[in-house]
T-cell receptor, first 114, second 111 residues
């Protein structure tokens, strides 16, 4: 079946521009996670959605970062006024429910801020 | 101090060797332990999943958890070139919604 998909696969932008990254989770998965992976680093949790509950935004690094999810479908991660330190791979994962269920990852969006 | 420490490597071994990958952690509340494999320019994929202490074996892969030492390991037997990837440990506490990842170890198996 279809896995988690993300778009675009690559994004190059200029410092100060806004970017929007998209994640399509596996159908039926109620939990959705965003992570950031800097070069040579592990994954850094950003935000998590579970059904219609309020999202856990505790990992967002600044107020320039925001994310939305409509129901149990697509999610978008928006970074406003991008900075060079925002350059990273942004990974999305989904799982059947929150907690300890296996998280299935998408291929990521590689963001480069010039 | 990071919650999860993992030697980033890189680690290079000949084909057929036994590989040992390790992570240490500081949070005693962690109860769920995972190993993910990540190929270049791909998302991580779950390799092994263990609850609490003990061993788990799946083919050539064995995961070990020692909660008393706050130490987890992944062993790969009869390593193959196709095992070349970055291996990430991850863990979570009971009821926690997010995984805490190690830095990842880059592994190369040389034919």
């Amino acid at each position: 079946g279809a896995g988690v998909s993300q778009s675009p696969s690559n994004k190059v932008t200029e410092k100060g521009k806004d970017v929007e990254l998209r994640c399509d989770p596996i159908s039926g998965h109620t939990a959705l996670y965003w992570y950031r992976q800097r070069l040579g680093q592990g994954l850094e949790f950003l935000i998590y959605f579970q059904g219609n509950s309020a999202p856990d935004k505790s990992g967002l690094p600044s107020d320039r970062f925001s994310a939305e999810r409509t129901g149990e479908s697509v999610s978008t991660l928006t970074i406003q006024r991008t900075q060079q330190e925002d350059s990273a791979v942004y990974l999305c994962a989904s799982s059947p429910r929150a907690g300890t269920d296996t998280q299935y990852f998408g291929p990521g969006t590689r963001l480069t801020v010039l | 101090q990071k919650e999860v420490e993992q030697d980033p490597g890189p680690l290079s071994v000949p084909e057929g060797a036994i590989v040992s990958l390790n992570c240490t952690y500081s949070n005693s509340a962690f109860q769920y332990f995972m190993w993910y494999r990540q190929y270049s320019r791909k998302g991580p994929e779950l390799l092994m999943y263990t609850y609490s202490s003990g061993n788990k074996e799946d083919g050539r892969f064995t995961a070990q958890v020692d909660k008393s030492s706050k130490y987890i390991s992944l062993f790969i037997r009869d390593s193959q070139p196709s095992d070349s990837a970055t291996y990430l440990c991850a863990m979570s506490a009971q009821g926690a919604q997010k995984l805490v990842f190690g830095q990842g170890t880059r592994l190369t198996i040389n034919p």
